[in-house]
């Protein structure tokens, strides 16, 4: 940390006098930082203590725009109105300008609406994947304070396909989560099968709060499939999994990204995961490429598997580099518009971690751009506020997970467009 | 200074829409005896409806029929009277517990329909594209808001003024009666399950407003806001406040919705770095020990319901509503 | 189709005895007790630090009873879990309930319940975290009964619907052939004539508690047996509970246990009538239909 700091400090002093007192000031000032996330559900306590780490790096490198950052937390329940009210106090009673958040589409929404957007705040969500978002901003509603870093779901889709054509399965059966993301994926995953010539036996939601899932795992089974896709998170999935693996279901499965989880992995067992692969968006080829998953082992002492830690690590830094590069006193719009500075592909590379943040802080200050390569990949919003990435194929390993495949961004839009 | 006073307007625009909820279920329990466990339902159905029929045109969807707002309004509290109307033929009869868990299966099934009919409603996306009204000439900063809360104030005033008459006239004392003993009512010649399936639906268009209202001020709404969560909401404001009493009703609303927000305020504010994360559950056990705490000082709500003999003529309750 | 029907009386075992508590608690103390479920995750929850307690004092109690996946020590858990979530309700009795029937109407305590419900689901999910746990990470696979049509079924379940048989029975004994069966069931019929003719209603009502919260244990062991366990269980599992007390019939015992295995059953079997994103209605659209033909459930009663 001291280490960290002292390089900090020479940043400053490289950079002339008025860098140099924006490091001395970063020790007695605060900005604060809103998140709204819902930490008292199973998988929402992880994104959001992945968010504190990202601010802790920032600080460890000395704060963004002269200045320590507080991430101000408020779980929104995934209550709309909680969520909305939790929100509109962060801006107005803790007067931030940059919210993290929110998890679910139909919280980050009415914030955006009735929040962020009229109160002239930036909203990053690290996983709100709804399409009416991309909608809002085509009819120009979103101000350009809406960002997310979460892929969109065309990515996580295609490769799924791609997974089961190469595996060479002829029938596959679907069980997914019966959200805005679910429906999504279901739909978009359906025709990338359809597309690759794999037969859809069964496609079964699964709804929330149920108290089992034996009966759409039958129904699944009972189709008789060769390989099974999971769009599902932790909690879900690994009761669902376990219900078809008992139940004599293959062990031939095919894993969104919400499944990269060492809960799930543990949970359902190492000896029956031996054949399922995973799909996520990915990091480049790059030295750097691991920074994130490095200092997020040595803190957590596990690896960065679970929905949206990854997503919700680059929210934060990504928030966080463009208030560096918007300065002190920026508004949210000002922060919004310096997004394009911090991922702009012909800038700088940066890690993601606190070394990566010192440089990105001299590059910034000299008035440079930068190219946030971060725990998803190289995020690159598009004029709505979505992201596209590389993608990785995966498996699960005794040690958490490990690479199958690599495809770039090129491969991506290459395999996708085959699909059409 | 500013923000305080924003963020108080946004709060009691909740708040007020909630009580204007919470006024509605009165009038079903409080006054009437019925067990309404499917309060989100009828809140719902007047949300949705009011985004459907006020809408832009969105694709893939019903919607778009882009009415003037009063109207729209209008139809979203048809929506919920209608719903109250087919469901209120089908369980009225049922009694106490039965009714509560009919009407809350119709919740359930309101909130499947909506989640998984894309064609009507979106789906789990949930319905966009409202346009709020006025906001062209106001723009959506605090103006807005102050001139929103100032409506909803004025709705809410509207609604408790309505209901007070409505339970001091001859058809409130007739609800009482009923409440009360049916057999006795029914002796007099009055028709209990006519009168029961009157003050269901009205109550239930005065649920369906307060939807129209919370779809409008978010100018969205999806199947997260029709969870079970919020009718217990609702109730708890309702048994909190006083059930019988109006303005118990509305108390209760400012108070359960107060204490639902400022318990996440407060830990944010004053919980120390390390237990942020684990706030939420915090926050819930606070929301319990409310709740559990206020009916164990005031069992009967904070401010019940007044008894009133009626041979002594007007009501003393009702004063306040001539 | 078979399947799902089997399936449902598996699930029906637990939802069954989860009712039976419900049921008594509705009918004796007269209020709906919303927070009758988190007794199952707290009973599950009891058990599975009981089961690390034991394993750890007695190790050779740690072995599968084959072909099940439950160990020894789990059953001594599991009959230590009975006690103390029965001892816990009466605690929460005379904590809150006690004092808010006392002066209050049957909604205070319904929405004091509501609260506790909040209060302990909550309190669970900080004491063990929000992710699912498991008593054995083993699966228990299934034993393939016939191959056309393909009937499995796993041996633990089994077993819970066997144990929860057993249990069941040995209820109606207590209810129907001792002296304290027939108090409760005067209590339950009219309090005041009860307590007239020599009943304790205080001991009536402590006994309520313990069966329930007992049976309730058991209830949140087998589900986690079944499936696994995580804090908000009792709110995935309420509504199920609930809607088997309504539809048997308030207060009726085997109305209770019927009304458990109806609700299996129609979860289970709602995909094949309806898309599998309406299943959640299901239940609630069959106990509507009941409720239209039989106003006061299967076996339950009108009361003033």
């Known amino acids: ?420 | 200074m500013i923000g305080i006073f924003s963020y108080l307007i946004f709060f009691a625009t909740t708040a007020s829409i909630l009580a204007i909820a919470v006024l509605g279920l009165n009038l079903q329990w409080g006054n009437t005896g019925l067990f309404n466990g499917g309060v989100v339902a009828f809140f719902g159905a007047g949300a949705y409806a009011t985004l459907i029929l006020g809408g832009t045109a969105q694709a893939g969807h019903l919607g778009g029929f882009g009415l003037f707002y009063p109207l729209a309004l209008l139809g979203g509290m048809a929506a919920a009277g209608l719903m109250a109307w087919i469901v209120g033929l089908l369980t009225l009869r049922l009694r106490h517990d039965y009714l509560a868990i009919a009407t809350f299966g119709v919740a359930v099934a309101f909130e499947n329909l909506m989640r998984n009919a894309e064609w009507l409603a979106g789906g789990a996306k949930g319905v966009r594209g409202f346009e709020r009204p006025l906001r062209a000439a106001l723009g959506d900063g605090f103006a807005y808001n102050l001139l929103f809360f100032a409506g909803v104030l004025l709705i809410l005033i509207a609604t408790y003024l309505f209901l007070e008459r409505l339970v001091a006239s001859p058809f409130g004392r007739l609800l009482r009666a009923i409440r009360e003993d049916e057999a006795a009512a029914a002796s007099l010649g009055k028709s209990p399950s006519k009168v029961r399936l009157t003050a269901f639906v009205t109550g239930s268009v005065i649920l369906g407003l307060a939807g129209g209202l919370y779809g409008t001020f978010y100018a969205f709404v999806s199947p997260q806001d029709v969870l079970p969560t919020l009718t217990f909401q609702i109730w708890a404001m309702l048994i909190v406040g006083g059930a019988g009493n109006n303005r118990g009703a509305i108390f209760g609303a400012f108070l359960i919705w107060g204490a639902w927000t400022l318990s996440g305020w407060a830990l944010s504010r004053f919980a120390p770095v390390d237990v942020q994360l684990y706030t939420g559950s915090f926050q819930f056990i606070l929301i319990g020990s409310v709740i559990v705490g206020m009916l164990m000082w005031r069992p009967q709500g904070l401010l019940p319901e007044r008894l009133v003999v009626s041979q002594r003529g007007k009501p003393q309750s009702t004063q306040q509503g001539e | 189709m078979i399947q799902h029907l089997l399936d449902g009386v598996l699930t029906g075992s637990y939802l069954s005895l989860g009712a039976i508590g419900l049921t008594l608690v509705m009918h004796i103390l007269r209020f709906a007790n919303f927070s009758h479920a988190e007794l199952l995750s707290l009973g599950a929850y009891a058990a599975l630090v009981c089961d690390a307690l034991v394993s750890g004092l007695a190790p050779f109690l740690t072995v599968k009873l084959a072909p099940l996946s439950l160990t020894g020590a789990l059953i001594i858990a599991i009959l230590i879990s009975m006690v103390l979530t029965g001892l816990s309700a009466l605690i929460i009795d005379r904590l809150v309930f006690k004092r808010v029937r006392e002066r209050g109407q049957e909604l205070s305590m319904v929405f004091a319940s509501f609260g506790m419900a909040l209060i302990i689901r909550n309190v669970i999910g900080l004491i063990f975290g929000l992710s699912p746990t498991l008593y054995s990470r083993d699966i228990a696979f299934a034993v393939i009964l016939s191959r056309d049509p393909l009937i499995l079924v796993k041996p633990d379940q089994v077993f819970v619907l066997i144990a929860a048989l057993a249990l069941m029975f040995i209820l109606h004994l207590i209810l129907s052939r001792t002296t304290f069966g027939y108090s409760l069931r005067a209590v339950a019929e009219n309090p005041s004539l009860a307590q007239v003719n020599g009943v304790n209603l205080q001991r009536t009502i402590m006994a309520v508690w313990l069966i329930g919260g007992g049976l309730a244990a058991v209830a949140g062991v087998f589900y986690g047996i079944s499936h696994q366990l995580i804090p908000v269980m009792g709110r995935d599992l309420v509504l199920p509970i609930f809607a088997a007390t309504i539809v048997g019939g308030i207060g009726s015992v085997y109305g209770a246990v019927l009304g458990g295995f109806i609700v299996g059953v129609a979860a289970n079997m709602a995909l094949v009538v309806l898309p599998s994103g309406y299943t959640p209605s299901v239940p609630f659209l069959l106990i509507l239909l009941v409720l239209m033909i039989r106003p006061h459930g299967l076996f339950g009663e009108a009361r003033a």
């Open chain 1, 1 to 420: 940390m001291s280490i960290v700091r002292t390089m900090g400090a020479t940043v400053g002093l490289a950079f002339g006098i008025s860098a140099l007192a924006g490091a001395a000031h970063a020790q007695d000032c605060t900005t604060k930082i809103g998140a709204v996330l819902p930490t008292s559900v199973d998988w929402g306590r992880p994104i959001a203590e992945t968010a504190q780490f990202a601010v802790d790096q920032v600080n460890a490198a000395g704060g963004a725009a002269g200045c320590q950052i507080e991430m101000v937390l408020r779980d929104t329940q995934v209550d709309p109105k909680v969520g909305v009210d939790a929100a509109k106090a962060l801006v107005d009673l803790e007067g931030v300008n940059v919210l993290l958040g929110a998890v679910s589409s139909g919280v980050s929404m009415p914030i955006l609406t009735s929040v962020t957007v009229p109160s002239g705040v930036l909203q990053m969500s690290c996983c709100s994947s709804s399409t009416a978002f991309t909608g809002l901003a085509t009819e120009g509603k979103t101000g350009g304070l809406w960002f997310r870093t979460f892929a969109t779901t065309g990515v996580q889709s295609a490769v799924g396909a791609k997974v089961a054509a190469d595996q060479g399965y002829k029938s596959v059966a679907i069980l997914y989560k019966n959200d805005d993301w679910g429906q999504d994926m279901a739909r978009l995953i359906a025709a990338d099968f359809a597309a690759v010539g794999v037969d859809v036996t069964a496609s079964v939601a699964i709804n929330d709060a149920q108290p089992n899932y034996r009966a759409e795992v039958t129904d699944a089974l009972t189709s008789q499939p060769e390989a099974l896709y999971l769009a599902l998170y932790p909690a879900e999935g690994t009761a669902a999994v376990r219900e078809w693996l008992s139940l004599g279901g293959t062990q031939n499965m095919i894993l969104a990204n919400s499944l990269k989880s060492d809960e799930f992995r543990d949970n359902v067992g190492m000896q029956y995961l031996g054949s399922a692969l995973g799909t996520d968006t990915a990091s480049p080829r790059s030295e750097s490429a691991d920074a994130f998953r490095a200092a997020y082992q040595e803190r957590f002492a596990s690896e960065p598997n679970g929905p949206g830690l990854a997503n919700s690590y680059d929210a934060a830094m990504i928030a966080l580099l463009a208030m560096e590069a918007a300065g002190k006193d920026a508004s949210g719009a000002d922060v919004a518009a310096a997004i394009a500075r911090v991922t702009d592909p012909d800038g700088t590379a940066v890690s993601a971690d606190t070394a990566g943040f010192v440089a990105a802080k001299e590059v910034l200050a000299s008035g440079g751009n930068v190219m946030f390569q971060g725990a998803t990949g190289n995020v690159r919003f598009d004029a709505n506020g979505d992201v596209s990435a590389p993608a990785v194929i995966w498996s699960f390993s005794d040690e958490g997970t490990e690479e199958v495949e690599f495809m770039s961004l090129n491969d991506v839009d290459a395999f996708m467009a085959s699909l059409k």
